[in-house]
């Protein structure tokens, strides 16, 4: 069994180790065939876009500071000269991730916004302030391994002890940001994250998000989640987390359906404008 606990660890560490996540949760309400290919994968190298790059250049740059420096660098010569190719091989040589000026400069635009913002500025003067920790626990009396990745936890005034996620976007207005919860599950998120934080025995009584633009003038907004909304992702995670128990013990992660054929029709919104 896995007892729970809070962690510092690698990011390799933890995307290594097979457990339920947020992000699998989303797999698995999908099917959970592809919750299963998405385990297999895990430790596999991930394929690096500049949004990912961008990301973790961002969390680096306002969680990390100190580290900075040691893992990433402003590229100086074109990728495809041999200035390039040999500042490629020395940075590679040294474990530090090239990035163009433009995306420095964003990043880092970005970062001072978020730094700025009252909230963090508080989180980030704590004492206590912790960044970048692993939660493992499990469910179902031991038979369910899960996992949260937590930017950060900081006791702050008004609230006491929280957790921090800091995500980016295109568009921080409130109902920008709601639609986005929805799409992008946030609302699950904050819920899993709180049980998991207080299975390892951690006293935590809030779940932020720091919304930042990713365009000028890169505004920043700090949101909780209703408790309505989290109820809802209550739900799901019980479905997921029995799913994920008996695809476990059955060792059958079925795909959309067990019917050799099925019969489709149009989307409801198909027939509405029919009818218009």
Known sequence: ??????????????????????????????????????????????????????????????????????RYAIRQNAGNTKAGKEEAAQAEASGVR??????????????????????????????DFAAESSVYWTELDGRVPCKARIDALASLPGFGLCAIDLKTTRDASPAALEKSIHAFSYHRQAAWYMRGLR???????????LFVEKEPPFLTVAASISEAAQQVALDEIKTCVHTYADCIESGIWPGYTESPV??????AWAYRRKDA
């Open 98 to 127: 090239l990035v163009k000026a433009d995306m420095w400069d964003v990043c880092e635009r970005m970062a001072e916004s978020v730094r700025e913002h009252p909230l963090m500025r508080a989180a980030l003067a704590e004492p």
């Open 262 to 267: 099925i019969e489709l029709d149009l989307p």
């Open 199 to 209: 299975a390892a025995g951690c006293g935590v009584r809030a779940f932020i998000f």
């Open 1 to 70: 069994m896995i007892h729970a606990q809070i962690v510092k660890d690698e990011p390799a560490v933890y995307f290594g180790r097979e457990a339920l996540s947020q992000s699998g949760m989303t797999q698995l309400l999908r099917c959970p065939a592809h919750f299963r290919a998405m385990l297999d994968r895990a430790g596999e190298p991930e394929e690096q876009t500049d949004a990912l790059l961008a990301g973790s250049l961002l969390h680096c740059m306002v969680l990390e500071p100190g580290a900075l420096h040691a």
